[in-house]
């Protein structure tokens, strides 16, 4: 079986590093094909054959949003000062002002493929520690037998979040233009931003991420040693040890995850907030990790291994996967429905830039996160049909990219947005380093964690 799992992950490490290499050669050909001057910037709007595929309307259409810098953070309020300090200075500097923000959005194209996969990414781990937690802290007796499995995939928590913590902390020394309010200039001249400098400032931001990530990866890195420990052990010490530090653990990320939240993706539109926003990144990452288990202990048992994990731990597994997408959908609807119905400027503008300039992802992503799962899901024979999960899950995993892609983008590049060569090579990147890492750290231990006390009750489980 040794000799059989490191034929499998190497078979698996070459596909990864392909992966890698083809996604590091369409970052970098965005990188370099993003414009240096105004006037470069200009050029690419202005010519219909231009790379975004938008043509001339989206020339027009970004004539149409000059005002807007990417979503709620560049709203009609955002820079409502801005525009009248610059107008002061004739019609000159307006239009010099309007060309470096049509700059710095094409600048931020490549920039924001990278984050929003290396986000995505990232999340999937964390959702996955999550749900290894509310397991251990709850005594679960289905999940034990696929233990190894959460274990491997959050192994990518490390690496993933410290690629994101140097795109944070890169953003900070105005390598590129994600975060506005990093910028002095815009901060002098925006008296909404002047008033959040407290927590929206350079080194907090910085020094909360590496709290959070901390935070994280200890509790990850003890859980999998004790859990390890339990495999050799004649007592249930270990997994005692496991369970206390796994109900902590859950209050520590609740509040860790929505400050996150607030810090990483929600102060890109530092102008916009919303009171549910933590719970609604909560829900997506949660149901990624949970259908990326999914996916994996189903591959896995392909090849034949997990023979402990049965059409049961599947089912469950579907069940958690059709739950968590309604839970999402209840948080998205209401977000959406109660800022929409309140119809203040300021908030509104969130959606308002959306559902004009991203109307097919937007909309798109509902249709992929809530209709398709309700559909397929619904039914209780086909969770139990390992090709219904596969299908679901891509289609859910995909759909919450989207959702990465629409929270990020918008803010970002504001309607100069197109899933290109840059967006597709960096998900190929980190797709290709989540896989190595993976099941790098899956073959370095028995599938079985047959020490576990609750392995029992997992391996009989049948309903």
Do not use: C
């Not at 916009?272 to 202990?297: E, H, K, P, R």
């Not at 089912?315 to 997408?325: E, Q, R, T, W, Y």
């Amino acid at each position: 079986m040794e000799n059989g799992m490191y034929t499998f992950t190497n078979k698996l490490r070459n596909f990864s590093i392909i992966l890698m290499v083809v996604g590091f050669l369409g970052l970098t050909y965005g990188f370099l094909t993003s414009p240096d001057t105004v006037e470069e910037a200009q050029a690419m709007v202005a010519d219909p054959h231009h790379g975004d595929g938008h043509g001339a309307d989206h020339g027009e259409a970004h004539d149409a949003h000059a005002d807007d810098h990417g979503a709620a953070a560049h709203a009609d309020s955002a820079h409502d000062d801005h525009h009248e300090a610059a107008s002061s200075h004739g019609e000159e500097h307006g239009e010099d002002h309007h060309g470096e923000h049509l700059l710095h959005q094409l600048q931020n194209k490549p920039w924001a493929a990278l984050y929003v996969a290396a986000f995505f990414f990232m999340m999937i781990a964390l959702g996955t520690l999550a749900f290894y937690a509310v397991n251990r802290a709850a005594q679960a007796g289905w999940s034990p037998a696929l233990f190894r499995v959460m274990e491997g995939i959050t192994a990518y928590l490390l690496p993933g979040a410290l690629v994101v913590f140097v795109i944070l902390a890169l953003s900070g020394m105005h390598f590129n233009h994600l975060f506005i309010w990093m910028d002095p200039e815009v901060v002098a001249h925006d008296k909404l931003i002047q008033g959040k400098v407290g927590f929206l400032n350079v080194p907090g931001f910085l020094l909360r991420a590496l709290f959070y990530i901390a935070g994280w990866t200890t509790y990850r890195y003890f859980s999998r040693k004790f859990s390890l420990a339990q495999d050799q052990a004649t007592d249930i010490s270990n997994h005692k040890k496991n369970f206390r530090i796994s109900a902590g653990f859950l209050v520590f990320f609740i509040v860790t995850e929505s400050m996150m939240s607030w810090d990483w993706i929600m102060s890109i539109d530092p102008h916009w907030f919303s009171t549910l926003f933590g719970w609604y990144v909560f829900a997506s990452m949660f149901v990624s990790g949970i259908t990326t288990i999914a996916l994996v202990a189903i591959y896995l048992k392909s090849k034949g291994y997990l023979e402990k994990v049965n059409n049961s731990h599947i089912h469950d597994l579907g069940k958690f996967m059709f739950g968590i997408s309604i839970f999402w959908t209840y948080l998205w609807f209401s977000q959406f429905m109660l800022i929409w119905y309140s119809n203040i400027p300021e908030e509104v503008t969130y959606f308002i830039t959306r559902i004009e300039d991203y109307n097919l992802p937007f909309f798109g992503m509902l249709v992929m996160n809530f209709i398709f799962p309700l559909l397929i899901l619904m039914n209780s024979d086909y969770k139990r049909m390992n090709y219904f999960i596969v299908m679901t899950g891509i289609v859910i995993l995909l759909g919450h990219y989207i959702d990465v892609f629409n929270m990020i983008m918008p803010s970002a590049v504001g309607d100069q947005w197109f899933i290109g060569i840059a967006e597709l090579g960096g998900f190929a990147f980190f797709f290709g380093l989540f896989i190595f890492v993976v099941f790098k750290e899956i073959s370095k231990a028995p599938l079985h964690a047959s020490g576990d006390p609750l392995m029992g009750e997992s391996e009989r489980f049948h309903y």
